[in-house]
């Protein structure tokens, strides 16, 4: 395989530069230099209205496009008569209330502007959580996927320009990748991966969310499955890669500890209580932690890789795995009770 530019240019602006490419070639001055571009950004202009306006289907004449607008990743005017602001995400995610912000801008410019209300566009081509995703939209953002982009492209992807091609490959080839997981031996599993089993488990089962867990040891992929309480405290399932772990939390800004108990002390109680159960449920494989932390958040109790996910030199058993886990959710909210 030869180089690909966006191997090497792997940061967010150098996608917002494709982005805005793209947008540009849109524009019908640029008919005769690429029909074939042109076609496919008149394309992407309309599938990005249609998150919006689903039944928009005016024809794409006039596109000015450009990056940083206001902190706005990329922006394109339509027509003159339509503003799309895309907030741009590979691998990071929205914070604090950029988006609403941004929101709030370009609906005063379109005002001042006489534009329609202005489509707002979250495009995403790494990977993030659903519930992550779910904000983005309460939000007013519509979210243009990875999938959505390769579907796009896909259409065009005989168009011979280079600069298309390299980003079409790399996207395709990161698809590829987050899906792997169905078919590699636990052992060789990565963060890849782990980020498409999670976005495999939370289409069959309700979690509260995924994300990467930034630590010293060098980290770990996670997902909380549930969030239930046991009188005070929220007790919960969380995956830690190959660790299936009860938790209990003790955060000030959740709960209020009382003067006459350490966070050792609710750590040792709900141990012995889900040890107590399992043996009571039959659940022979919830055994105690190789060691106790003493933080806010706190694993009670764990379940080693193999006796929930499958032994290393397995294929993933996805059936198998979702019961496991729904079996220990049952488990955990009947022990608490």
């Known amino acids: 395989m030869s180089p690909n530019i966006f191997d090497i240019a792997t940061k967010e602006l150098n996608q917002d530069a494709f982005i805005t490419w793209l947008f540009q070639f849109a524009d019908d001055k640029y008919q005769s230099i690429d029909q074939l571009l042109n076609k496919c950004g008149k394309t992407f202009v309309t599938q990005l209205i249609q998150k919006q306006i689903p039944d928009f289907n005016e024809t794409i004449t006039k596109v000015v496009a450009g990056r940083q607008w206001e902190n706005i990743d990329v922006w394109a005017e339509i027509n003159d008569k339509y503003l799309i602001i895309i907030e741009d995400k590979t691998y990071t995610s929205h914070h604090s209330n950029q988006l609403q912000r941004y929101k709030e801008h370009s609906e005063k410019w379109c005002v001042n502007n006489i534009y329609e209300k202005p489509i707002c566009i979250y495009l995403k081509t790494g990977n993030e959580s659903q ?113 299936l772990c009860f938790k209990v939390s003790t955060d000030p800004d959740e709960v209020e500890l009382p003067e006459n108990m350490t966070r050792g002390e609710i750590r040792n109680q709900l141990h012995n209580l889900i040890l107590k159960r399992s043996n009571e449920f039959g659940h022979q494989h919830i055994r105690r932690p190789d060691r106790f932390g003493n933080g806010n958040y ?15 030199e397995t294929i993933l058993d996805k059936e198998a795995v979702i019961k496991t886990l729904t079996d220990y959710l049952e488990f955990l909210r009947i022990a608490i009770q």
Do not use: C
Request: hydrophobic content about 40%; aromatic content about 18%.
């Open 298 to 312: 706190m694993t009670v109790a764990v379940v080693d890789s193999e006796n929930w996910l499958g032994r290393d």
């Open 131 to 243: 519930s992550s995703l779910n904000h983005v939209q309460q939000q007013g953002f519509s979210i243009f996927s990875r999938i959505d982009f390769i579907n796009l492209l896909t259409q065009f992807k005989d168009t011979p320009n280079n600069i298309f091609a390299d980003f079409y490959e790399r996207l395709t080839r990161i698809e590829k990748s987050n899906n792997e997981f169905e078919n590699k031996l636990i052992k060789d599993w990565n963060g890849n991966d782990w980020q498409g089993f999670f976005q495999f488990l939370e289409k069959q089962i309700p979690i509260i969310n995924w994300n990467y867990v930034n630590n010293p040891n060098g980290g770990f992929w996670n997902a909380v499955l549930n969030w239930d309480y046991w009188g005070d405290y929220p007790a919960y399932l969380q995956l830690e890669q190959g660790k």
